[in-house]
C-alpha cells in the first residue's frame, strides 16, 4: 500500500497565494476503473476561516483596481488555460468521468472563455441615471464590489462551473473562497497553479477542498461571507437557505431540473432526433440542462420512438480516453446505483424499457470493468405520476411519452416542481413562441439546445433555482448597487 499510495495524486488548499496542506484527507476515484488515484483535503472551520481571512485582506487593494487592470488579469488566466487546455481536459475526463472528448470541445473551452467573457464584458456595464430639471436634480446609481464571495460548485461539470462563478466575482471586485465539489477537485487546483502567472494578487482567489457537510457549510455559516454563489441540487440548497439565513446573506442559487422536449409532428426530425439524443444522454445526461421528458406529438410518435432508439443504439459506452466513446463513466458508484434504481421503478411500474440498461449488454474494455458505466436508456409507456417522469434521475436516461394537443403538453410539462431548461421542436414560429411563453421554464430552446449567449440570463424557476447569471445579472449580485441624489 506504500507504492500505492506514493502514485496517488495529492491536493493541497490554496489559501492567501500559498498551497497549504491539510491535516485529513478524502479519496477521489476515478470513475472509469472504480480506483482511488486522488486525495482531497478535507477541510472544515480553520481552513475555510483562513481563507476568508486571507479574502479579507485581498480585498482592499484588488477592488480598488480598475475595472480594465481587473479585465487584463482575467485574460492572461484564460491565455494561461487555454495553453494547457489538453492536460486540463485530460485530468476532468479523469477525474470526473467524462470523454475527453466533451472535456477538451466543451468543458475547458467554456472555462478559459468565461474568463474572457467577464474580462470583456465588465469594461460595457452603464449604470443608471434619471434626471429632474424642473428641480435641478440628477439621480445615479453606483456599483461597488461587495466583499468576499463563497462559490460552491458541483461534480458534473467542474471547472467550466467553478469559473463561471469566479470569474465574474472577480471580474467586478470581489475577492473569493471557492469550494469545488469534493468529487472532482483536481482541475481547480491546476488552475491555482496558474494565479500567480495570471497577475491575480494573493488572497483574491482562495479555493478550500472539501465535503459539503463540512467545508461548504463552515463557508456558508461564516460571518465574513456576505454572499453565496451555489450550484447543485435543489436539497443542498434548501440546508444552504436555512444556514445562511441568520446572517441574511444575498444567494444565488442554480439547481435541478427535469426538463422536457415537446416535439411536435411538424416538427424536423432530421435535426430533432440528433440533438434530442445529445440532449438527453451528453455528459452521461449529467447536465442540469439535460432532457429526460420527451413529449412526442401522436402522430409521429411511433416513427420517432423507432428512430430515437435505433440512433440511442449506437452511443458507444466505455474508456472515457478513447475519442471513439460517446458515453464514459457516471461520477460514483453510488449515483450509478441511484440511476439504475430509476429504472427498475420504471419496469416495476409497468413501463418499457426500449434500450440501454437490463436490455443492451455493455461490453467494456479490460481495464474499465469495474468503473461506472451505463448505457443511454430510454424508457416509454411512462406514467407522468412516475418519480421517472418527477424527479431529477442526472443520468443517461431519458423518458418518451405521447401527447394530442398543444394545451394538454404545455399543461404536462409544467406539471413537475422544476423549471430550467426546455426544448420545443416545430416548425410553425406561431406556435413556438406561444408554446415558449408557455412553459414554466428559465431557458426555451426553439429548434436547438444548449446554445448559450453568455450575455443573456441563464437559471431556472420554481425548483430550479432563484436569482440568475450572465452579464448583466451576475454583475448585478456580484456588486452592492447604492442611488445618490445630488441637486444643485
Ligand atoms: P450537491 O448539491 O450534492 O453538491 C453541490 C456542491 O455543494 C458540492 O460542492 C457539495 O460539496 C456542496 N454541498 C453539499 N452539501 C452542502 C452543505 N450542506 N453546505 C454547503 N455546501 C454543500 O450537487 P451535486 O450532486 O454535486 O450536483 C448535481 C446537482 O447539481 C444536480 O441537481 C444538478 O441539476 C445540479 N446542477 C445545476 C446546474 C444549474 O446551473 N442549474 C448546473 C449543474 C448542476
Known amino acids: 500500500t506504500m507504492a500505492h499510495s506514493k502514485s496517488l495524486l495529492v491536493l493541497e488548499n490554496f489559501i492567501g497565494g500559498k498551497f497549504v496542506p491539510c491535516s485529513s484527507y478524502i479519496d477521489s476515484y476515478n470513475p472509469s476503473t472504480g480506483d482511488v488515484y486522488c486525495r482531497v483535503p478535507d477541510s ?6 483562513a481563507a476568508v481571512k486571507a479574502a479579507k485582506d485581498a480585498f482592499p487593494i484588488w477592488s480598488s483596481k480598475s475595472p480594465l487592470e481587473r479585465s487584463q488579469i482575467l485574460n492572461k488566466l484564460a491565455d494561461l488555460i487555454e495553453h494547457d487546455l489538453e492536460a486540463f481536459a485530460q485530468a476532468e475526463s479523469k477525474d470526473q468521468g467524462k470523454t475527453i472528448t466533451f472535456a477538451r470541445t466543451v468543458d475547458i473551452p467554456r472555462a478559459v472563455y468565461n474568463f474572457r467573457f467577464f ?3 465588465i469594461l460595457h456595464h452603464v449604470t443608471e441615471c434619471t434626471e429632474m430639471a424642473t428641480i435641478g436634480c440628477v439621480h445615479y446609481t453606483s456599483r461597488t464590489p461587495v466583499g468576499v464571495a463563497g462559490l460552491i460548485s458541483p461534480w458534473n ?3 467550466y462551473l467553478l469559473t463561471w462563478k469566479i470569474a465574474p466575482a472577480i471580474a467586478c471586485g470581489n475577492t473569493v473562497v471557492a469550494k469545488p465539489s469534493e468529487m472532482t477537485s483536481v482541475t481547480a487546483w491546476m488552475m491555482c497553479k496558474l494565479l500567480e502567472k495570471a497577475g491575480v494578487p494573493h488572497g483574491v482567489v482562495n479555493v478550500v477542498f472539501g465535503t459539503g457537510a463540512k467545508a461548504g457549510e463552515a463557508l456558508v455559516c461564516h460571518p465574513d461571507v456576505p454572499l453565496i454563489s451555489f450550484t447543485g ?3 443542498t440548497a434548501q440546508r444552504i437557505t436555512e444556514k445562511s439565513a441568520p446572517h441574511c ?6 439547481l435541478g431540473g427535469k426538463n422536457p422536449a415537446i416535439v411536435f409532428d411538424d416538427a424536423d426530425l432530421s435535426q430533432c432526433i440528433p440533438t434530442t439524443l445529445r ?4 455528459n452521461q445526461g449529467e447536465i442540469c440542462l439535460c432532457t429526460s421528458r420527451i413529449f412526442v406529438q401522436r402522430g409521429i410518435y411511433s416513427e420517432f420512438l423507432k428512430r430515437f432508439v435505433a440512433e440511442a443504439k449506437k452511443w458507444k459506452a466505455g474508456n472515457p480516453s478513447d475519442p471513439t466513446v ?3 463513466a457516471l461520477i460514483s458508484k453510488e449515483h450509478l446505483e441511484k440511476v439504475r434504481n430509476y429504472v427498475k421503478k420504471a419496469q416495476a411500474e409497468g413501463a418499457r424499457v426500449l434500450c440501454g440498461e437490463g436490455v443492451d449488454s455493455l461490453a467494456l474494455p479490460t481495464g474499465n470493468q469495474k468503473g461506472y458505466f451505463m448505457l443511454p436508456t430510454v424508457i416509454a409507456e411512462v406514467k407522468d405520476e412516475s418519480c421517472c417522469m418527477q424527479e ?3 443520468g443517461p436516461v431519458t423518458c418518451v411519452v405521447a401527447f394530442d394537443t398543444e394545451e394538454e403538453v404545455i399543461e404536462r410539462a409544467n406539471s413537475v416542481k422544476y423549471g430550467l431548461a426546455a426544448t420545443v421542436w416545430s416548425s410553425n414560429v406561431g406556435r413556438v413562441h406561444r408554446v415558449a411563453q408557455s412553459l414554466q421554464s428559465g431557458l426555451v430552446w426553439t429548434n436547438c439546445w444548449l446554445i448559450r449567449d453568455l450575455n443573456l440570463p441563464f437559471g431556472g424557476m420554481k425548483a430550479s433555482g432563484i436569482g440568475r447569471e450572465g452579464a448583466k445579472d451576475s454583475y448585478e449580485f456580484f456588486t452592492e448597487v447604492k442611488t445618490i441624489t445630488i441637486k444643485h
Open 392 to 394: 431529477e434521475i442526472f
Open 119 to 121: 474580462a470583456s464584458s
Open 326 to 328: 460517446n458515453v464514459g
Open 157 to 159: 461539470l467542474p471547472l
Open 249 to 254: 446573506k444575498r444567494l444565488s442559487l442554480e
Open 233 to 235: 441540487s435543489t436539497l
Open 44 to 49: 472544515g472551520k480553520e481552513e475555510v476561516e
Open 279 to 282: 440532449s438527453s444522454f451528453a
